[in-house]
């Protein structure tokens, strides 16, 4: 069985501090991951760049999936808020390992973009183009279902298993019920990562499998890994054993 991690991050620079449980070093690089991905027993990995302590992580990203295109792809970015970037969507596909689009759209500013009309341009753009679009909609569900109803074509992926990112233990599944509805939509995919980030305790009394009973609720089509760039994912076992 080949094991891929959904979602990793790798880093040449933090202009701002990495955030929350973001392991806190000024680098990452592809061969420290890879290091740590053979020993977890992870044959590929999807890099998500962190854009927002590292601009140039996603020419990073792309340049270790074409060092490594057995080993890593990649889920790109670009600044949002320059129209300039626009014409970027066209061919988007074309860089070594690029698979789609993500935007966590963690600050209150730029959620304001899913309701004043400044991204309305992206879904049918991104849905021509047959580009998959990851965001953290855990923390939109009503916004991040409107886009998946109006444009049916368009794949949607939904970040870190869609729960209440501000949540811990139980207080992280009050939004369930609205998350297994969003499920259902047949252009949406939920990623089963991040789970370390949810629990309060170590390992093993927060092991991811401990989600299961809820998360086996909404239908998921990527593996329940943990980042392997998260101080909680240093604790876990083989992905293999975990598996």
Partial sequence: MKII????????????P?????????????????????????????IHPPFSWDPASNMLAIEAAKKYPDRFAVMGQFPLDN?????????????PGMMGLRWPLLSEEQQKWLHDGSLEWLWPAAEKEGLPIAMMGGLFLDEF?????????????VDHCGLNRLGRDAEAFIHLDKLVTLAKLPNVAVKATGAPHYSTQAYPAQHPGR??????????????LGHRHHPHALQLPSMRNLL
């Avoid at 991690?5 to 701002?16: C, E, K, L, R």
């Avoid at 955030?19 to 992870?42: C, I, N, P, Y």
């Avoid at 129209?83 to 860089?95: A, T, V, Y």
């Fill in 5 to 16: 991690d959904a979602q990793v991050h790798i880093w040449s620079q933090t202009v701002v």
């Fill in 18 to 46: 990495t955030f929350g449980l973001h392991r806190k070093v000024s680098k990452f690089t592809a061969e420290e991951l890879l290091k740590e991905m053979d020993e977890a027993g992870v044959d590929a990995a999807l």
């Fill in 211 to 224: 989600a299961a009973p809820h998360l086996r609720r909404v239908r998921t089509k990527t593996l329940l």
């Fill in 145 to 157: 279902r409107d886009i998946a109803e109006r444009h049916p074509r368009l794949k949607m992926i």
């Fill in 83 to 95: 129209p300039d970037n626009r014409k970027l969507i066209e061919g988007w596909r074309k860089q």
